[in-house]
């Protein structure tokens, strides 16, 4: 696959991250307008709930699916009105598209950077797994010794637990350092107090299109598959480590996940398949690989304080993880969980082999151990108030780039008194 | 508090569970017709939906918040028109109300057993807690034993995780056994097979009513809570045990969590407030107990296998929780993490100190190792195809009763192949 030209001169620059091949989907306003549904191309937005609105470009015939601030009722059609819609969206946008069609579009487009960007999609519910191997392994060093680091089920199944839909935010979202209990080594007895160590997690997000009420086979999961985001689980490392035993982590965990703006479809990921990595025991049948379905990512975060440039922290790829998201919701649905179109499933964090690759700051520095240095010569464990944290995607084709738009946050110091209105 | 007569006199005996006191919140349909939002008392059910329709009594003059198949848009309107409403619905239906109300609430009433019985709101979040003191050492001292049963953070914060919205349903709803990966004491390596240690948990549900996204004190967190559901957390156990380290349970309680169909509110059960049990670590300042936020309700739990007589295996109390559903809202929302009307908190497994009064098969059975003898004749360890397990919940007042309505549902078996449509 290489470029396809759009008469949007600004979509075909191999460095632009939304030329005709990404086409990703979001939901934008201008000013104080309504929250209306668009793809980004180059540097413009086209309005697609106006060319639903005047009949140039609908997905259903009968129904207004793009008059909502979500994509959830666009997503329920199923693949095939996905493919057809994008064809034809495609086509409207292509080089050779006819003189009205372009003047149609254009009437119905903006600058990018005139629009505010907002959440995608409603959120079903949000599930964030723990499937990325070199992650596992380092966090399981710390916390349990290298002897004990992958937990007896984990080469078998996708780990994964329910995390808050409600605490989803959409990159820009500024991130409150939240309160909570904790309890310091050197301590008997737990305090509520500001979080300490509040740290990120580089993951990608895929999000499930379908609903389904049934076990469903890895070849059926990925095909109710409508797309990916990048996602940061922001967490509190202090929180996570007292109350994550026996139930798994919650409050940690809640304060806020951020992602990025565009839904990338799975469509503009196709040339980007890759497999997942080789294993040692073979998966039990109804979790084996049928196929490439990891993606050729590169992922990149970068951190800054505040008024300074941000550094490059960390850079890895989404083909580091051991599971895919399609073998992550088949072993969601195993027990009949009804799953619906807005369910957003964190890939768990991706780390690759070496330091440089690790996608949380708990890794990087090695539990608060080994203080990272910044470009502008300031130290961090942490994330300490005001800085930005910012994760990077892009899949690198023959002379395209496909982007997701960065995944943004600022931390806000913590309220003096968190019950205070 | 006595008993408050109505003018439909099925609602003025002693055992009825929806005397003039109650006016629990329910959603039914009658025949293929439309879901609408009603109340039952006595033998009746009143059409609340019917009742803002024509105006006679509305909780907001200027917006229909009954016109839809959930009880979320009034739960929105807060605590203040949930009491004015409560009150004026309950003078419609005193035994003094005028011979025209009568008249017109007749019209807009009709016999409870005709109606079927719906999902009451709509379950924006599913968080589940494990927060019986009885129930939690029960466990731990199978699982890790005596010595370390209870976990560390246990007396400090009322361990919870969360759980899947999707899959809360309606009591009545049949359970279809789930298949799941597992792994047998015996074997070395895992396997994909349908779950052979199906259990229930006895619960409380209690419905958060109101939005929040910052944290709130365990008063704002009582007030904001609208009513009380019986829940039924049915649970996988040989899915759980092999799924739930590190980061806790997901497939295994993602079949089904079923729910008695009316929402008691927090009005009605007012005078049956109870304390929290002594605690010999005190709590955080921020999860203080500020009043008696338990209720006195007397809980238990019958099994029928097909064709059978129920047997009750559990009989226990509410009040044996160690956190009140306020102080579990307070731990929820103390990272900043968004509340939402619908929001369903379950109180985790409830169970007295001695062995009639576990509310679950693991603990009555001991994890399988004392079978239960049922009046039939049968014994049962834990649940088998075919078997009906109801949660019955009741308050007793002064020559009045305050109920739920069942909490039922039927095991289906397992699917032979869980993938064939």
Redesign the interface.
């Known amino acids: 696959m290489s470029l396809l030209k759009s008469w949007i001169a600004s979509a075909n620059d191999a460095a632009c991250p939304f030329p005709l091949n990404n086409l990703p989907y979001g939901v934008f306003s201008v000013g104080d307008g309504e929250l209306r549904c668009g793809t980004a191309i180059g540097d413009r937005i086209i309005d697609l709930t106006g060319l639903e609105e005047i009949s140039t470009l609908r997905a259903d015939p009968d129904a207004d699916v793009l008059d909502a601030p979500y994509w959830n009722d666009f997503m329920e059609l199923g693949p095939e009105a996905w493919a057809t819609y994008r064809a034809k969206l495609q086509k409207m946008l292509s080089a050779d598209a006819p003189e009205d069609v372009q003047e149609a579009l254009t009437y119905f487009s903006l600058p990018l950077a005139d629009a505010t960007l907002h959440m995608p999609m409603a959120v079903?519910?949000y599930t964030d797994f723990?499937a990325g191997r070199h992650h596992a392994t380092n966090v399981g060093t710390m916390f349990r010794g290298a002897e004990n680091a992958l937990?007896?089920?984990w080469l078998?199944?996708p780990?994964?637990?329910?995390?808050?839909?409600?605490?989803v935010v959409v990159s820009g979202t500024d991130v409150?350092r939240?309160?909570?209990?904790l309890?310091s080594p050197d301590h008997d007895?737990?305090?509520?107090l500001p979080c300490r160590r509040f740290d990120i997690e580089l993951e990608m997000g895929a999000i499930v299109g379908q609903f389904s009420d049934?076990?469903?086979?890895v070849q059926e999961a990925d095909d109710m598959i409508f797309g990916y985001v990048l996602l940061n689980d922001w967490s509190?490392r202090d929180?996570q480590a007292?109350?994550?035993?026996?139930?798994?982590?919650?409050?940690?965990k809640?304060?806020?996940t951020s992602i990025s703006p565009w839904i990338v479809t799975k469509a503009a990921l196709e040339p980007f398949r890759t497999d997942t990595p080789e294993r040692e025991?073979e998966l039990?049948?109804?979790l084996k690989d049928v196929g490439p379905m990891l993606y050729d990512i590169d992922l990149s975060v970068s951190m800054a304080p505040e008024g300074t440039e941000a550094t490059e922290i960390a850079r890895t790829n989404y083909s580091q993880m051991y599971y895919s998201a399609a073998q992550q919701l088949a072993?969601?649905s195993?027990?009949?969980?009804?799953?619906?179109a807005g369910d957003l499933l964190g890939s768990g964090t991706i780390s690759g082999p070496t330091k440089p690759e690790r996608g949380s700051l708990l890794e990087l520095s090695w539990g608060g151990k080994e203080p990272l240095t910044l470009d502008s010569g300031e130290t961090r464990t942490f994330i300490e108030d005001g800085d930005t944290l910012t994760l990077h995607g892009a899949a690198k084709g023959d002379g395209y780039t496909i982007g997701f738009g960065d995944c943004t946050g600022t931390l806000l110091p913590a309220l003096s008194d968190?019950?205070e209105?």
């Open positions: 079903s519910e723990y937990p007896p089920n078998h199944i780990i994964g637990y329910n995390g808050r839909a409600s605490s409150r939240p309160w909570g209990q309890k007895t737990p305090a509520f049934h076990p469903v086979t509190a929180i007292w109350e994550y035993q026996p139930l798994g982590p919650f409050q940690a809640a304060t806020a025991f039990l049948d109804h072993h969601h195993t027990s009949g969980c009804p799953m619906n968190p019950f209105r």
